[in-house]
């Protein structure tokens, strides 16, 4: 029941959403609530190289031997992926896997990965390669906990094997393009743990199993350090791997986390459950004002880049609509340079704008700062973000703005706590990307969502600390 009223709350949104690009809605007023569709039509993949694709397959309890080769042969069909199997952990190399677009791990080992092997997979991650999990694979690699961060669970065990239905709760999403809302398959019904928030159900089995009161995910994707992640769990046998259903899944989630096959997910179930909507749509900076030979989007990431020659004076991308009070969340990779966030702004000539933001530079990161006003307001790294903040990654930050208080995070820690004294400065205003004046610079986001808070709703940044 939850789902089908989130399914609800999404075809809602969507909804708003076309009526706002026909023209239906076009009240200021009412900027909080029309986003992009989370669900534009993806470019042709015909037109572009295959994807290049290294499926890992070996292990246990499976038939890797022939398997994994005929399957390799059956998504090449579409000509469009271009599969190389190969059954040694050993190729994880940063050379290696720099050579494919997307890793399949179709695998069942509890071999332990060596640090060289972990650190060449999250590398490539967050250099923006795609990842699939396929069947046994979310049980393998158990001693490393960040692993079932990648996928979104960890499977310890399953339902005996049997015929069972699964059903499509998410039709609008590309992975289950020319995929029966309800289909039947004879596999290892899994048993998901360790469930993380992010994920995004496509597939769940139309009844509960193992004894559990809800039914179980069967796919679903999910974000890691701004990478797109797919994780099946069906695919035990050729019988299970040569149905139409697994096959149009994998092949859809494959072209998915390639970035070939519409926007990365942007809001979790969780947060559209609890009123977070997309601020980018993860596929174009549709309706934003910036200027296009500084910002651009690829595979799901917006970039700014002022290269070569840097800039005479700061220019932003300026997201759509006006904010009250709010709840703010991205990802944010810093390449080189200075920037930040802006919120409760003004937008000025020529991509320029005044107001509060939340800092991402070096020696600054987590500050409260006031663009074109009195600059820095709150000191958020020294003894703060300076603990927390990954330079060479991708860091986690929220803004929370309700009346006079603002709140920046960075990767789940408080920065700056500030409440305004001045009646004069707005509360209320746009939110923009900076890419800074003076020395080239470039910067990454991703996952920008909001939620917009109510007049009178009680304050989130309660507990904050």
């Keep these: 029941m939850e789902r089908q009223r989130l399914r609800r709350i999404q075809s809602a949104i969507v909804s708003t959403v076309i009526a706002a690009l026909l023209g239906l809605v076009t009240s200021p007023a009412q900027a909080q609530t029309t986003k992009p569709s989370p669900t534009t039509r993806p470019s042709s993949i015909t037109t572009l190289p295959p994807l290049k694709?290294?499926?890992?397959?070996?292990?246990?309890?499976?038939?890797?031997?022939?398997?994994?080769?005929?399957?390799?042969?059956?998504?090449?069909?579409?000509?469009?992926?271009?599969?190389?199997?190969?059954?040694?952990?050993?190729?994880?190399?940063?050379?290696?896997?720099?050579?494919?677009?997307?890793?399949?791990?179709?695998?069942?080992?509890?071999?332990?990965?060596?640090?060289?092997?972990?650190?060449a997979i999250l590398g490539a991650l967050r250099q923006g390669k795609g990842l699939v999990a396929m069947h046994c694979a979310l049980y393998s690699f158990q001693p490393w906990p960040e692993w079932r961060k990648i996928v979104g669970c960890v499977v310890r065990g399953h339902d005996p094997f049997t015929s069972f239905e699964s059903v499509v709760v998410d039709s609008d999403h590309p992975i289950a393009r020319n995929v029966p809302m309800e289909f039947k398959i004879s596999d290892e019904p899994y048993l998901a743990e360790e469930w993380i928030e992010d994920n995004h159900v496509i597939v769940q089995t139309a009844e509960p199993r193992g004894k559990r009161t809800k039914p179980e995910p069967m796919v679903w994707t999910t974000r890691y350090a701004g990478a797109r992640v797919f994780s099946i769990m069906f695919g035990h046998d050729e019988k299970a791997q040569t149905e139409p259903a697994f096959l149009r899944l994998l092949a859809n989630g494959t072209r998915w986390a390639g970035g070939r096959l519409g926007p990365p997910t942007v809001v979790s179930e969780a947060e559209m459950l609890d009123g977070f909507l997309p601020l980018f749509n993860g596929n174009a900076l549709d309706e934003w004002r910036y200027d296009p030979a500084l910002w651009r989007v690829e595979n799901g990431i917006i970039i700014g880049d002022s290269h070569p020659k840097g800039l005479t004076k700061n220019s932003n991308a300026i997201a759509p609509g006006e904010y009250i009070d709010f709840v703010?969340?991205?990802?944010?990779?810093?390449?080189?340079?200075?920037?930040?966030?802006q919120f409760r702004s003004e937008e000025l000539p020529e991509y320029e704008v005044a107001g509060y933001q939340a800092d991402v530079v070096p020696g600054g990161w987590g500050n409260l700062h006031e663009q074109n006003g009195r600059r820095r307001?709150?000191?958020?790294?020294?003894?703060?973000?300076?603990?927390?903040?990954?330079?060479?990654?991708?860091?986690?930050?929220?803004?929370?703005?309700?009346?006079?208080?603002?709140?920046?995070?960075?990767?789940?820690?408080?920065?700056?706590?500030?409440?305004?004294?001045?009646?004069?400065?707005?509360?209320?205003?746009?939110?923009?990307?900076?890419?800074?004046?003076?020395?080239?610079?470039?910067?990454?986001?991703?996952?920008?969502?909001?939620?917009?808070?109510?007049?009178?709703?009680?304050?989130?940044?309660?507990?904050?600390?």
């Design 53 to 119: 694709v290294l499926m890992i397959a070996a292990g246990q309890a499976h038939n890797y031997d022939t398997l994994p080769k005929r399957l390799a042969d059956n998504l090449a069909k579409d000509r469009d992926l271009e599969v190389r199997v190969v059954g040694d952990l050993g190729i994880l190399t940063p050379d290696e896997l720099s050579k494919c677009d997307v890793m399949m791990f179709n695998n069942c080992q509890d071999d332990k990965l060596t640090d060289t092997q972990r650190a």
């Design 328 to 341: 703010l969340r991205f990802s944010v990779k810093h390449i080189s340079g200075n920037t930040g966030v």
């Design 377 to 465: 307001l709150v000191d958020g790294w020294t003894g703060k973000a300076e603990k927390v903040v990954n330079l060479k990654d991708w860091n986690e930050m929220e803004v929370i703005a309700q009346g006079p208080r603002i709140i920046i995070k960075t990767n789940g820690l408080v920065t700056a706590d500030y409440t305004e004294t001045d009646a004069a400065k707005p509360r209320f205003g746009i939110f923009s990307l900076q890419l800074h004046r003076d020395e080239p610079m470039t910067v990454q986001f991703t996952n920008l969502r909001v939620k917009p808070i109510e007049a009178g709703a009680s304050q989130p940044a309660e507990n904050a600390k």
